[in-house]
């Protein structure tokens, strides 16, 4: 087991000892309502988590997270929380966990969500924080914090798309190396739009894992900057990220977004979802934090909500020419 993953292990059972907080929402975690479901032919898991409901539907617009004190910086964190020190972030348990062992990894500085330059940050502890998927929210696309940079991880192999995208049906390969260690592909499945990165670690090179998250940032890179040409006048391209990392590869998963919250979220009748996508949901972890939301959502209210937050089949497209575009220019 590598350092890192040992010392987030340690500082869980430490947390765990001290925190009344995390060990009562941990116990309430483990009886959470939940139920499998289907959408656009895909499996998807319904969790009712009333705990989330701060997240979820938080106000996000400037001025409302401008006057409320933020809670990733250090000054304003609960007094019991701890912290593991890694690069430029601190390693929080998260005291409202949507999974058993779910991390925030802020950013030491209060400084707005961004991913581009911070790819390696992203792929680097994917490889280093061994069993975890490190998953990032665009500060439009699901983030609750867009004003303070931060990832967040959870175990591995909890979301249903980490193990749909362990096969190879559906994908279109955008690009590969001459030696088929590093592909580019895409997936366009029923409810979402999905960029794969996948780099096989090398069984003869020192270092292997360290280059292939160096690799896999590179590509992320431009992606993100074909992807930010699509949607002119955003700081970012709009996406949510999970990066993983196994005994044999590593592997990036970007999917694109188009809208934040479906309009079911803002309406003011019996039709109303309060369903506020992140990474977890878009991979197929759908939370609901009502009672009335877990009983009402069907298929088709699930397949409308996801189709309408992701691009349309007309950007979808552009935005696969122009990706791989830059990856002919830029590989
Ligand atoms: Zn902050």
């Given at each position: 087991m590598t350092g890192l993953r040992q010392r987030i292990d340690k500082l869980f059972d430490?947390?765990?000892?001290?925190?009344?907080?995390?060990?009562?929402?941990?116990?309430?975690?483990?009886?959470?309502?939940?139920?499998?479901?289907?959408?656009?032919?895909?499996?998807?898991?319904?969790?009712?988590?009333?705990?989330r409901a701060r997240s979820t539907v938080a106000p996000l617009d400037a001025e409302s997270v401008r006057r409320r004190p933020c809670f990733l910086c250090a000054t304003n964190r609960?007094?019991?929380?701890?912290?593991?020190?890694?690069?430029?972030?601190?390693?929080?348990?998260?005291?409202?966990?949507v999974l058993d062992r779910h991390l925030t990894i802020a950013n030491g500085e209060h400084r707005d969500q961004r991913i581009a330059g911070r790819t390696t940050d992203f792929t680097a502890l994917a490889v280093e924080l061994e069993g975890y998927t490190i998953l990032y929210n665009g500060a439009k696309c699901g983030a609750s914090a867009p004003d303070h940079h931060h990832f967040q991880a959870v175990l591995q192999g909890s979301l249903p798309l980490e193990q749909k995208s362990g096969t190879d049906d559906g994908r279109t390969v955008w690009w590969s190396d001459p030696t088929g260690h590093?592909?580019?592909?895409?997936?366009?499945?029923?409810?979402?739009?999905?960029?794969?990165?996948?780099?096989?670690?090398?069984?003869?090179?020192?270092?292997?894992?360290?280059?292939?998250?160096?690799k896999a940032?590179?590509?992320?890179?431009?992606?993100?900057?074909?992807?930010?040409?699509?949607?002119?006048?955003?700081?970012e391209a709009k996406v949510n990220a999970l990066a993983w990392a196994d005994a044999t590869h590593l592997t990036v998963l970007l999917l694109p977004r188009e809208k934040h919250r479906p309009v079911r979220f803002f309406r003011d009748d019996g039709g109303q979802v309060l369903f506020s996508p992140?990474?977890?949901?878009?991979?197929?972890?759908?939370?609901?934090?009502?009672?009335?939301?877990?009983?009402?959502?069907d298929s088709n209210m699930l397949e409308e909500m996801f189709l309408e937050v992701i691009p349309s089949d007309v950007d979808w497209r552009e935005m696969t020419k122009n990706c791989t575009r830059w990856l002919d220019k830029n590989p």
């Open positions: 430490v947390q765990l000892a001290v925190w009344p907080l995390l060990r009562a929402n941990r116990r309430t975690l483990s009886r959470l309502a939940g139920r499998e479901t289907e959408a656009g032919g895909e499996r998807l898991a319904l969790l009712f988590n009333p705990e609960p007094p019991l929380q701890q912290a593991v020190e890694w690069r430029t972030y601190q390693i929080l348990i998260n005291p409202y966990p590093t592909s580019v592909w895409s997936l366009a499945d029923g409810l979402r739009r999905v960029i794969g990165i996948e780099v096989k670690f090398s069984e003869i090179t020192e270092n292997t894992r360290e280059l292939a998250a160096e940032a590179v590509l992320m890179e431009t992606i993100l900057a074909a992807l930010a040409e699509c949607q002119p006048g955003e700081p992140g990474a977890i949901d878009m991979a197929g972890l759908v939370i609901t934090v009502r009672p009335e939301d877990f009983k009402k959502l």
